[in-house]
């Protein structure tokens, strides 16, 4: 993710021309070349799904595509915004997605039609999460804002830290934050308050996913860390890769992780082993959500992969005007 955000992996800068070779310095990770050529507004950072049936992906320019049956055919929705848009989270009917400059656009028609909300920031905006009316997006410098009414109304919240945060995560009126230099916060009052909790860990942190009291959180060099008490105590488990790990999803005990270089793990024991999936791409991957034995993952050079067997088999999905390769 760029200057900041979503593209979880350093090198904010390349925004508007066509590459042929990306290279860029990752903290534990090596040089990264692709060998095909791609215009960077091909690059989708996010992603949602409703059901296995309605799945958004959100990326360069604006972008929003929509796919009505499982990722089999993906629409252009129009946003009405030409910011980078790095995270899209929904809840029943609505849709919210976050970008540059403080965007967070809003949908209660499934994505038929976009409205901006105001943010009252012009902060690049990496992670945006709902439950119900509640939404909470976090970003540069530590921004954490909040809305209790959809995103009607936007409140700036204390982060106490100035690191860029890539992501958050909410369950019930626990919620966490995680961010450059090991970064964990969490608030137990629904995001008014936030604490810093010790993760022991000096890399970047890009996601975080919880199911009860237990929380994963992924990052840098192929960091992975696990919690079994809300995030009082982390430990650290064995990923097998130094690959940047970019997002991760999952159920109880079946988790999955997707990173650079295609990377995608997968593990059956709520994290004490993890076994790497074959992605079929060399592409960055930069988001992954699960419903139920369906996944979906994208990245770099419009990557679409789908799953509907738990990740044992990739397949890759094409949609209009972004490559096939």
């Known amino acids: 993710m760029r200057y900041f955000a979503r593209d979880k992996l350093a090198g904010w800068a390349n925004q508007a021309f066509l590459i042929s070779v990306v290279c860029f310095s990752l903290a534990g990770c090596t040089k990264h070349e692709q060998a095909e050529s791609f215009d960077v507004t091909d ?7 409703r059901d296995a049936a309605q799945v958004w992906a959100v990326g360069e320019e604006g972008s929003i595509l929509h796919s009505a049956d499982g990722g089999e055919h993906w629409r252009s929705q129009k946003s009405g915004a030409v910011e980078q848009l790095f995270s899209i989270w929904g809840s029943n009917s609505q849709l919210w997605a976050v970008g540059a ?5 809003h949908s209660t ?3 038929d039609r976009w409205q901006p909300q105001k943010s ?3 902060r690049q905006l990496a992670s945006v999460y709902a439950i119900g009316l509640q939404v909470w997006a976090v970003g540069e410098k530590g921004t954490i804002l909040y809305s209790v009414n959809g995103g009607k109304d936007w409140q700036s919240k204390a982060s106490g830290t100035k690191r860029q945060l890539y992501a958050v995560y909410a369950t019930g009126s626990q919620v966490w934050a995680v961010g450059d230099d090991g970064t964990i916060l969490r608030s137990a009052d629904g995001g008014q308050k936030w604490q810093p909790q010790k993760s022991d860990e000096a890399v970047s942190l890009r996601a975080v996913y919880g199911s009860g009291s237990q929380v994963w959180v992924v990052g840098d060099s192929g960091t992975i860390l696990h919690s079994v008490d809300g995030g009082e105590h982390w430990q650290l488990q064995t990923s097998g890769t130094v690959e940047t790990l970019a997002a991760l999803c999952g159920g109880e005990t079946e988790l999955w992780i997707v990173g650079t270089d295609g990377t995608i ?3 059956a024991d709520g994290g ?3 076994q790497p999936q074959v992605s079929g791409t060399a592409h960055h991957l930069l988001d992954v959500f699960s419903i139920g034995s369906q996944l979906w993952s994208v990245g770099y050079g419009g990557a679409i992969l789908h799953s509907v067997d738990g990740g044992r088999n990739w397949q890759r999905q094409t949609a209009e005007g972004l490559p096939s390769g």
């Open 43 to 49: 690059r989708l950072q996010g992603l949602w799904a």
């Open 101 to 105: 400059n403080g965007a967070i656009l």
């Open 109 to 111: 028609d499934g994505g």
């Open 120 to 122: 009252g920031t012009d």
């Open 265 to 267: 793990l997968y593990s």
């Open 272 to 274: 004490q082993t993890w």
